[in-house]
C-alpha cells in the first residue's frame, strides 16, 4: 500500500503510525546485541538527516524532552556562565531554570506570552555571553520563535535550541543554520510515543563542554566514550531498547514520505484548521507571521453553551468524538485551548472531525 494510502486510512488520531505499533511490538533484544547496535546506529543515521547535520555526536538521548534539555545545557554550561535565554512561554521558562540550576549567570530576554521573540533583543542581550538558548516552537503558545537572525549573529556563543514541537514538522536546519546543540522530543512532528529525546550536539560545543557536569546519567563525555577498542560499545546505560525500535521506524516513515513533504503537510493541515477555527469565528493567539502549523492556540469565547466551561468542551471532544486537545498553561490557562496537529495526526480527515465536532459542542 503506498504510503500516502496508508497515511489517510491510518488509525484514530492520537495513535502513532502503525509501522511504530509494530515496532513497539518487536520481541526484545539484547542492548548490547549486534543487531540492536546496527539498528541504534541506523537511528542516529536518520537523525542526522532529519536534524540536517553531519555532529557525530547526534543520538536519542534516554529519557523525554526535558531530559534533552537538560542534557543540553548540562553539557555546555558551566557555573558562572553568562547564559542569555529567551522567555516567551513554559518551556523558554523552563530553560531558563535549568540554566540558572547549573549556577549560570541568567540574563532572560522575555517577550509576552502568545509573542514572539526579538532576535535582536536575544543578540545584544550581552556582549559576550556562553551561550543562547531558546525555543524554536513554543509549544505552549503556538509561535516560532526564528532562529538563522539569532545564529547568523551569535558571535562566540553556543546556540542551544530546542526543537521538540518543531522537528520532523517544519524546517530545521542545525548545520545549515549554525546551532550548536540542538534536542527535540519523540511525541510530536515524529509521530512516536514519548520518552526519547533526539539529540546533536556539533564540534564547537564538543570543545568548550564542561569536564565533568553535575549530573552523571546526561554526561556526553562519557556517553560519547563508551566504546571499546575494537570501535563496539561498553555498558553506560540499559538503553530501552523497545522505544528505539518505535524511533527508528518512526523516522524510517518521515524519511520515505520525505522531509520536506512532511513539512507541507503539517503546514497543509495546520493552515486548513486554523482557517476553518476562523471561520467558526474564533479568534487565534499567536500572530500570523508567526504562527505555527502543527500547533494551534484558540482563544476561548467567552459566549460558550449553556453553563459549559472550557474543560467541559475539551472533555467533550475528548468523550464523544476521542479528539483530544490541550488546555492552556501559565498565565493562559482556561483562556486558551491548544490544538496539535503533528506527525500522523496531522492529516485532512482529521481536521475536517476537529472542525465538524468543534462546531457541534460550541453550537456554531
Ligand atoms: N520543550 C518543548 C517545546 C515542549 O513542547 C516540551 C513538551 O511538550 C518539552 C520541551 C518537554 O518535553 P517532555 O514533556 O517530553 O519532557
Known amino acids: 500500500m503506498a504510503l500516502t494510502e496508508r497515511l489517510l486510512m491510518g488509525p484514530g488520531p ?3 503510525y502503525p509501522e511504530v505499533s509494530a515496532a513497539l ?6 542492548h548490547l546485541d549486534p543487531e540492536f547496535l546496527a539498528l541504534l546506529d541506523e537511528t542516529c543515521e536518520r537523525l542526522r538527516r532529519v536534524f540536517a547535520t553531519g555532529n557525530r555526536l547526534t543520538l536519542p538521548v534516554s529519557g523525554t524532552g526535558s531530559a534533552g534539555m537538560e542534557a543540553a545545557l548540562v553539557n555546555v554550561v558551566h557555573p558562572g556562565d553568562t547564559g542569555v535565554v529567551g522567555v516567551n512561554g513554559l518551556f523558554g521558562e523552563r530553560m531558563a531554570e535549568v ?6 549567570e541568567v540574563v532572560r530576554v522575555e517577550a509576552p506570552w502568545g509573542e514572539p521573540l526579538d532576535p535582536d533583543a536575544l543578540v545584544g542581550a550581552h556582549p559576550s555571553p556562553a551561550a543562547i538558548a531558546f525555543v524554536h516552537a513554543e509549544t505552549s503558545t503556538g509561535v516560532r520563535n526564528d532562529v538563522e537572525p539569532v545564529t547568523a549573529r551569535k558571535g562566540g556563543a553556543l546556540v542551544v535550541l530546542d526543537t521538540v514541537t518543531s522537528l ?8 545549515g543554520w549554525g546551532v550548536d546543540v540542538c534536542y527535540s522530543g519523540t511525541q510530536k512532528c515524529l509521530g512516536a510515543p514519548p520518552g526519547l529525546a533526539p539529540f546533536t550536539l556539533g564540534p ?5 563542554r564542561t569536564a565533568r557536569p ?6 556526553m563525555g562519557l556517553i560519547a566514550g563508551y566504546v571499546d577498542g575494537t ?3 561498553t555498558y553506560h546505560h540499559t538503553a530501552p531498547v523497545s522505544m528505539v525500535f518505535a524511533l527508528h521506524a518512526a523516522l524510517g516513515v518521515l524519511l520515505e514520505e520525505g522531509l520536506e513533504q512532511a513539512w507541507q503537510r503539517h503546514e497543509d493541515c495546520g493552515r486548513r484548521l486554523q482557517a476553518g477555527l476562523e471561520a467558526l469565528g474564533l479568534e487565534l493567539l499567536a500572530p500570523k507571521d508567526h504562527r505555527l502549523a502543527q500547533l494551534t492556540t484558540v482563544l476561548v469565547p467567552d459566549d460558550l453553551p449553556g453553563a459549559m466551561t472550557e474543560a467541559d468542551v475539551r472533555r467533550a471532544l475528548l468523550e464523544r468524538d476521542g479528539i483530544e486537545i490541550g488546555g492552556g498553561v501559565g498565565p493562559l490557562a482556561g483562556k486558551t485551548w491548544r490544538i496539535g496537529c503533528l506527525g500522523h495526526s496531522a492529516r485532512p480527515a482529521n481536521v475536517t472531525l476537529l472542525l465538524a465536532a468543534l462546531a457541534e459542542v460550541l453550537e456554531r
Open 14 to 16: 492520537s495513535n502513532p
Open 25 to 30: 511490538a518487536r520481541p526484545m533484544l539484547g
Open 99 to 104: 540554566a540558572s540550576r547549573l549556577g549560570a
Open 168 to 175: 520532523g514538522g517544519m524546517e530545521v536546519d542545525v548545520d
Open 204 to 208: 564547537a560545543a564538543w570543545e568548550r
Open 214 to 219: 553535575p549530573s552523571w546519567y546526561l554526561d
Open 231 to 233: 570501535g563496539g560499545r
